[in-house]
């Protein structure tokens, strides 16, 4: 996998963020959805956690420092824990889906947050992507939709410039 492919599930993870943050301006029951918006709503929660263990992984798989962060697997592995938890209890209407919700959630962040720190304390140039980590862990933790979205388009913008200087240097 390449910087190109974790440029591009970035955005995609940012993108459902966005438009599930413009969806929930309008207010949508999605904890016990009965309209079309609901239901948008919640599959927006759901796949925002699906996509964004993608994009995890793909930074896993991508960046030079992997072998040193194997805790981002934790985190995409329970980004997984975390969406399904979401539409089992949102969508299909089962309450014990919370409990996955609750326990992928907060993995989520905390696996992101160490990952971070690890990210930064190793000897390489990508360890700026550790303060992209500890952003991950920042927009679950505020409840923020918005922030987790900014999060990650704003990486993915700086991923391309990255990418381009490194290039640059190369030549």
Same mark, same amino acid.
């Given at each position: 996998?390449?910087?190109?492919?974790?440029?591009?599930?970035? @955005?995609? #993870?940012?993108?459902?963020?966005?438009?599930?943050?413009?969806?929930?301006?309008?207010?949508?029951?999605?904890?016990?959805?009965?309209?079309?918006?609901?239901?948008?709503?919640?599959?927006?929660?759901?796949?925002?956690?699906? #996509?964004?263990?993608?994009?995890?992984?793909? /930074? /896993?798989?991508?960046?030079?420092?992997?072998?040193?962060?194997?805790?981002?697997?934790?985190?995409?592995?329970?980004?997984? @824990?975390?969406?399904? %938890?979401?539409? !089992?209890?949102? !969508?299909?209407?089962?309450?014990?889906?919370? #409990?996955?919700? %609750?326990?992928?959630? !907060?993995?989520? #962040?905390?696996?992101?947050?160490?990952? %971070? @720190?690890?990210?930064?304390?190793?000897?390489?140039?990508?360890? /700026?992507? %550790?303060?992209?980590?500890?952003?991950?862990?920042?927009?679950?933790?505020?409840?923020?939709?918005?922030?987790?979205?900014?999060?990650?388009?704003?990486?993915?913008?700086?991923?391309?410039?990255?990418?381009? !200087?490194?290039?640059?240097?190369?030549?």
């Amino acid at each position: 996998m390449s910087l190109g492919s974790l440029r591009v599930a970035s @955005v995609a #993870v940012g993108a459902v963020a966005l438009i599930g943050f413009l969806v929930g301006l309008a207010d949508p029951a999605y904890y016990s959805p009965e309209t079309p918006m609901d239901y948008l709503a919640a599959g927006l929660n759901s796949a925002g956690p699906f #996509v964004a263990a993608a994009a995890l992984f793909i /930074w /896993w798989r991508s960046t030079p420092i992997r072998r040193g962060v194997f805790l981002i697997l934790v985190a995409a592995a329970a980004g997984i @824990v975390w969406g399904l %938890g979401n539409l !089992i209890e949102d !969508i299909l209407d089962y309450e014990w889906g919370f #409990v996955l919700f %609750g326990v992928g959630g !907060i993995t989520t #962040v905390l696996a992101s947050a160490l990952a %971070g @720190v690890v990210a930064l304390t190793v000897r390489d140039p990508f360890r /700026w992507s %550790g303060l992209f980590l500890l952003g991950v862990a920042a927009g679950p933790a505020a409840d923020s939709a918005l922030v987790w979205a900014v999060v990650w388009l704003v990486f993915a913008l700086y991923l391309g410039q990255f990418t381009q !200087i490194v290039a640059s240097n190369e030549s």
